[in-house]
């Protein structure tokens, strides 16, 4: 049997996280092939290295015209269903869309469902996180066709050049018409993509205002890195939700994850734990998030963050000094 | 149009206990305080909102489990929903996955006429969060998840989800499924009085072979472990100890560089 991946298609190129979850799929050491419901996605999918067949699906937008290109979770489910006869994992990543269209195509397809998993031991056997991340758990599914997310930041991402897989159009499928995309909008401030970021800066209740989370994203620009938050930091209004680090939020696992006036809740540390280096600044020297950093700063994070906005500031001078 | 809300809810460890995996290799929840799952009551909530504002007539909660799980019912009802049913799975409780239970909820939503189901997204044991798209695909219903807004519209919903990257807006036409984030709706307070109350409200017990329904999983645990703890860290003085530690490069090489978006 066969594995199919998800293949989802941003500014122009295969999601960082697709060529995660093809890493996690060819763990299987079955074929994988790649699905994609854009005509441009086609193309790129297929130069990722060790994909065999790639399928574009598209829909029959006849009254849905407005908004081409986007299709909904609903109707990916029935294009999944379609298709589960033909492969025994169809995998995607841990987004919004995977996490919509595959519970669903699993109920359609009567197959196993999997949430955010994070290793691969055999085609049946996967390993997932569960109480956010207090237990660890090898499952295994009995069914025929298991629909499965993938926590992208557990894999290392698929060559994206390199493939010759062959591209196969598939019959247009009718479109779920009890569902329309109104609008989608993009939260300011989250800079770079959270998921693949190699520094993510993050910010708790402990910034106390929404400019100083300002600040803080600023510094995180100039770094380069994915700006974070922990619930209680975007309860508070001082960041958008998309930045939200945990259990319920985004899981990360950069090289380097800094914590600034976080305290540490188990639901946070279940979206950060993984990261290669913690470094952790906060006040209060028993804060739990200590108990999983690699440096902790016990101080003022508003004078840590002056210190280190300085220190790069002479970074760059001293390696770029005629700029 | 006044409708029927279903919301569906479970029964978990509180989310403030750390859960720890015995010797034996097992999760023994005895002793530890059980809650109704946190995303679960943000739907009750806005469930409740919308018949206080007018659009629903009546709510109703359901949960599968067995006899202990009527507690996170009566605070359900205490909270305000009208009537309670316990799915009883028995000796298939433990093991019961999603599609169990979304078969077992659209068996059960055959004996009355319901305009919307609102549930947690997620359920915080076992953070799976499919019964919601499985349901709606059972019903052959619209679905939105993750929502953080849900207004009625004539014959429908517009619902506002966390997305990726920010929210996505949707329109579902007709009786829907709607998960619920922590922000859909602030959970009331269970006051005393309402309690009492709730004590006369109905809860009725449902054996859940009555129903029908295959329980049997798709889904194994093999085995459960606790994660690697990390090696333990250092306190550093201040931010020049740190860059000694971390070395500059590994924080500051992406400035230069003009890191891809």
Redesign the interface.
Same mark, same amino acid.
């Given at each position: 049997m066969r594995t199919l991946v998800i293949g989802e298609y941003e500014s122009g190129a295969i999601t960082d996280a697709t060529l995660r979850v093809v890493t996690a799929a060819a763990q299987r050491g079955l074929p994988v092939d790649v699905l994609v419901t854009r005509a441009e996605a086609a193309n790129p999918a297929a130069q990722i290295a060790g994909v065999q067949h790639v399928l574009l699906a598209t829909v029959d937008f006849a009254e849905n015209a407005d908004t081409p290109g986007a299709i909904t979770p609903e109707t990916l489910a029935t294009q999944l269903a379609a298709l589960a006869n033909e492969y025994s994992l169809i995998a995607a990543s841990h987004r919004a869309t995977g996490r919509a269209a595959l519970p669903r195509a699993a109920a359609l397809a009567d197959g196993a469902f999997l949430a955010d998993v994070t290793a691969v031991l055999d085609p049946q056997r996967f390993v997932r996180s569960l109480y956010a991340g207090s237990v660890v758990a090898t499952v295994e599914t009995t069914s025929a066709v298991t629909f499965a997310t993938f926590r992208a930041s557990s894999f290392a991402p698929a060559a994206d050049t390199g493939g010759a897989a062959s591209i196969t159009a598939l019959a247009p499928i009718a479109p779920f018409a009890a569902t329309r995309l109104l609008e989608r909008q993009a939260a300011p401030q989250t800079g770079r993509d959270l998921a693949s970021a190699r520094i993510v800066v993050s910010g708790g209740r402990g910034l106390g205002s929404q400019e100083n989370m300002t600040r803080l994203a600023s510094f995180a620009g100039r770094l380069g890195a994915a700006l974070g938050a922990s619930r209680a930091a975007v309860d508070a209004g001082y960041a958008p939700n998309a930045a939200q680090v945990g259990q319920t939020g985004k899981t990360v696992a950069p090289e380097v994850y800094l914590a600034f006036g976080i305290s540490g809740a188990i639901q946070h540390l279940a979206g950060m734990k993984d990261s290669q280096i913690i470094v952790a600044v906060n006040k209060d020297p028993d804060a739990p998030i200590f108990s999983v950093a690699d440096y902790g700063i016990v101080g003022d994070l508003f004078e840590v963050l002056a210190q280190l906005e300085g220190q790069l500031e002479a970074h760059r001078l001293a390696v770029r000094p005629a700029s | 149009m006044t409708i029927k809300i279903l919301v569906p809810v479970k029964r978990v460890?509180d989310?403030n206990v750390? !859960?720890? !995996?015995s010797a034996s290799g097992a999760?023994d929840t005895t002793g530890l305080k059980m809650s109704l799952n946190p995303?679960d009551e943000c739907a009750l909530e806005k469930a409740l909102r919308l018949k206080e504002a007018g659009v629903a007539s009546h709510v109703s909660v359901v949960t599968c489990g067995q006899a202990p799980s009527q507690d996170v019912l009566r605070t359900a009802l205490a909270m305000g929903a009208d009537d309670a049913v316990l799915i009883d799975t028995g000796s298939a409780t433990a093991t019961l996955?999603? +599609?169990a239970v979304?078969r077992l909820l659209r068996a059960f939503m055959a004996s009355d006429d319901y305009g919307l189901v609102l549930c947690g997204?997620?359920a915080?044991?076992?953070?799976? /969060? /499919?019964? @919601? %798209?499985?349901?709606?695909?059972?019903l052959g219903?619209?679905?939105?998840?993750?929502a953080?807004g849900v207004e009625v519209e004539p014959d429908g919903w517009?619902v506002t989800?966390?997305?990726?990257?920010?929210?996505?807006?949707?329109?579902?036409?007709?009786a829907?499924v709607v998960s619920a984030?922590?922000?859909l709706a602030d959970p009331r307070r269970v006051t005393l009085p309402n309690i009492v109350k709730a004590r006369q409200k109905p809860l009725r017990t449902l054996d859940a072979a009555t129903l029908g329904v295959r329980l049997e999983?798709?889904?194994?645990? +093999?085995? +459960? %472990?606790?994660?690697a703890a990390?090696?333990p860290?250092?306190? !550093?003085?201040?931010?020049?100890a740190?860059?000694a @530690?971390?070395g500059?490069e590994?924080?500051?090489q992406?400035?230069?560089?003009? @890191?891809r978006?």
């Open positions: - | 460890v989310a750390h !859960v720890r !995996v999760v995303f996955d999603s +599609l979304a997204k997620q915080i044991d076992d953070d799976t /969060g /499919g019964v @919601a %798209a499985m349901l709606a695909a059972l219903w619209p679905q939105a998840l993750n953080s517009r989800c966390g997305d990726d990257a920010g929210t996505a807006t949707w329109r579902l036409s007709g829907s984030d922590l922000r999983p798709a889904t194994r645990v +093999l085995q +459960l %472990a606790e994660p990390r090696q860290g250092i306190k !550093v003085a201040d931010t020049t740190l860059l @530690a971390l500059p590994r924080l500051f992406n400035h230069a560089t003009g @890191a978006a």
